[in-house]
């Protein structure tokens, strides 16, 4: 009997070990945002990294701040990552991941609060558009942390009776995330 609760402790100790191990840096996620409207189309490498997530009471407070202030409202949150596309580095104020169940994977939201480009606007430098002052990915991902998703580099947000967020997106082209995958 011992030998046997001996053994289970050394397994939950090892078990416990590899869980910290695999959370002790940030993770890298990979992946090509493609847009392609009826004249044009466009591929570029998107590197997303993530140092933390956001807790339950972290996201509510997250939320809170965007409703109150828009995206000046995330900014004033700590950095919990990166998104750079185009050479554009921009740090992300938002993750939460939420699993999809254990054969299912996982979805990513991260947030940034100041938007990245704006596609679109039918003009070459478009302009901001009031209340268009975030960005935001998604990424679905299977069991082994690789998927599609969708980014929209410029964007408002609301958050429905559920505490969804709810996206809308300055362009009028969507911007797929193809090949989507964590960085090993």
Sequence with gaps: MKRGIITLAVIATLAFAGFLSAQAGP???????????????????VKIVINAYVTDMERAA??????????AGLEKLKDLGTIEVKGIVTPIKYAYSRS???????????????????IGGDAAGAKPKAGYDVAIALLILDTNEKGDGEINPAAKLRVDDQGALVIDDYGTVKVWLKAVAKAK
């Design 62 to 71: 997250a939320i809170e701040a965007y409703k109150k202030e828009g995206g």
């Design 100 to 118: 999809m169940g254990p054969w299912a994977g996982r979805i990513i939201s991260v947030v940034t609060g100041k938007p990245i480009l704006y």
């Design 27 to 45: 993770e890298v996620f990979t992946a090509t945002a493609t847009a392609k409207d009826a004249t044009r189309s466009a591929a570029e490498p």
